[in-house]
């Protein structure tokens, strides 16, 4: 799903991604709660002194994809995915997704253990999720001979697919933590609890990166945007309410709720050193597990 922010197709991005309509800078993010909470402020003009975005509202897998081809100027991106994009984009200290008891879950028709995967089916939200890289890293240790084969759907899809019989299991992101026991499920197993158990870092999930080019006086005005947006969504949330409901695809108002009291946290409003160990502990054991290309040196430094 992409839509730009007046609800009609996104206009194509110059050779090098420049500023879209009026100049403005493009920025891409998901229309989940948690996003649509963050970016409020910016995307409504309320953030003194902030670059007025032009928003592409975009799935997760979408946005990836953006960032490899290097589409827009600022986007929201699965961690999973920095080792493609760093050279060009830098990781912003703030806006992203990242903490605890938060993370993807392998859900099942009936109950299980992990064993049970072996040759089977498992639809995942996207191959560069980090949902997906924690599952691998999971599967390693808990799926003796591995699974069978690995299905792309959207992650709306995935719950009635599971339910339904066309997968055997299935790994669910975002709001399916609360929604899963509705379509009959069983939670295999949590990728956040066995992340949290093995590194006692938070559970790192979605990036916000900046084009490098911009410049470093201009991307660290960007950070001082999004942080600023962050709190003033904290300060006033019924600000945002409307913004968040309209693009929540008939999301109940209080599954909405729970959703950005878990992904929206201290993490958000700035990594931190625990954040930074976060990621680089992620795509480090990735990198040895031959499942992503190793960082360069200094390519988490923002500027």
Known sequence: MVLNSTGGAPEAAGADGAAGRDGRLRIAYSPCPNDTFVFHAWAHGLVPGAPPPDVTFADIDVTNGMAERGELDVLKVSYAVLPWVLEEYALLPCGGALGRGCGPLVLTREPGTGAGLRGATVAV???????????????????????????????????????????????????????????????????????????????????????????????????????????MAWDDPEASRPYVLEHAQEMDPSVADRHIGLYVNEFTADLGESGYAAVRALLTRAAAEGLVPPLGRGALDFV
């Open 125 to 231: 939200p996207g191959e560069r999720s980090t949902a997906y890289l924690l599952f691998r890293l999971w599967a390693a240790e808990a799926v003796p001979g591995g699974v069978g084969r690995i299905t792309v759907m959207p992650f709306h899809e995935i719950m009635p697919a599971v339910r339904d019989g066309a997968v055997d299991a299935g790994l669910v992101i975002h709001e399916a933590r609360f929604t899963y026991r509705e379509y009959g499920l069983h939670r295999l197993a949590d990728m956040g609890e066995h992340w949290e158990t093995a590194t006692g870092l938070p559970i790192p999930l979605g990036a916000i990166v900046a084009r490098r080019s911009l410049g470093a006086e201009r991307l660290r005005a960007l950070a001082g945007a999004v942080r600023t947006s962050v709190r």
